[in-house]
């Protein structure tokens, strides 16, 4: 797992769609998708239902978002962390 998909999945269901997500990530819609099936494969479990019109999360997907977006805040802290400790030492 890396820090990159739980990244685009957060993205992903911020914007409802791949596609708005891809543009804002500006990353391909299928590499986008293919990541996403990446974590899925590793969880073994479905995280997003793809639809036409967008996609939802899943049962799994949702409890998966908190603790996604509770990493990337961490990651977030601990690059702040390291700059502080640069700029002060």
Do not use: W
């Not at 995280?47 to 996609?55: D, P, Q, W």
């Amino acid at each position: 797992m890396e820090l990159r998909q739980l990244r685009y999945f957060v993205k992903i269901l911020e914007h409802g769609s791949l596609g708005r997500a891809a543009l804002e990530l500006d990353v391909g819609v299928s590499a986008l998708s293919q990541q996403i099936a990446k974590l899925e494969s590793e969880l073994s479990t479905r995280l997003l239902n793809r639809t036409t019109t967008g996609v939802t999360p899943t049962s799994s997907g949702m409890a998966f978002l908190h603790h996604a977006q509770l990493c990337l805040r961490q990651a977030d802290n601990a690059i702040m962390a390291a700059h502080r400790g640069r700029m002060s030492g």
